[in-house]
């Protein structure tokens, strides 16, 4: 069964930086696509970057330039670096996985995971 951990999250000022951390257990991260989302309060889950099978990325406009993923596959491990960060990337943040539907295929829908992470807080303010 998939297993989804998120750590990382935290207080931090504006301009500031923070590093998620997204532990996978319960099957090879090779053969996944990772993702992350965030869902601020009274707003729908959006999807936040995602990263393919190959190394392939895709950002949500709003991060892009700030926000980095990343993986470690001997460590089964996904990182979302976190820079430039902003009062409005304010929210829970979620780590996601599912099948590889090719090398190159990642998505940021959440209708395309399955397994799901509880979440870690993350809140921008001075």
């Known amino acids: 069964q998939l297993h989804v951990v998120e750590s990382g999250g935290g207080l931090v000022q504006p301009g500031g930086s923070l590093r998620l951390s997204c532990v996978v257990s319960?099957?090879?991260?090779?053969?996944?696509?990772t993702a992350w989302f965030r869902q601020a309060p009274g707003k729908e889950r959006e999807g936040v970057s995602c990263?393919?099978?190959?190394?392939?990325?895709n950002y949500a406009d709003s991060v892009k330039g700030r926000f980095t993923v990343s993986t470690d596959n001997a460590k089964n491990t996904v990182y979302l670096q976190m820079n430039s960060l902003k009062p409005e990337d304010t929210a829970i943040y979620y780590c996601?996985?599912?099948?590889?539907?090719?090398?190159?295929?990642?998505?940021?829908?959440?209708?395309?995971?399955?397994?799901w992470g509880q979440g870690t807080q993350v809140t921008v303010s001075s």
């Open positions: 996601a996985a599912t099948v590889a539907l090719g090398s190159t295929w990642c998505s940021m829908d959440t209708r395309a995971f399955g397994s």
């Open positions: 319960g099957f090879t991260l090779n053969y996944y696509t």
């Open positions: 990263i393919s099978r190959s190394g392939s990325t």
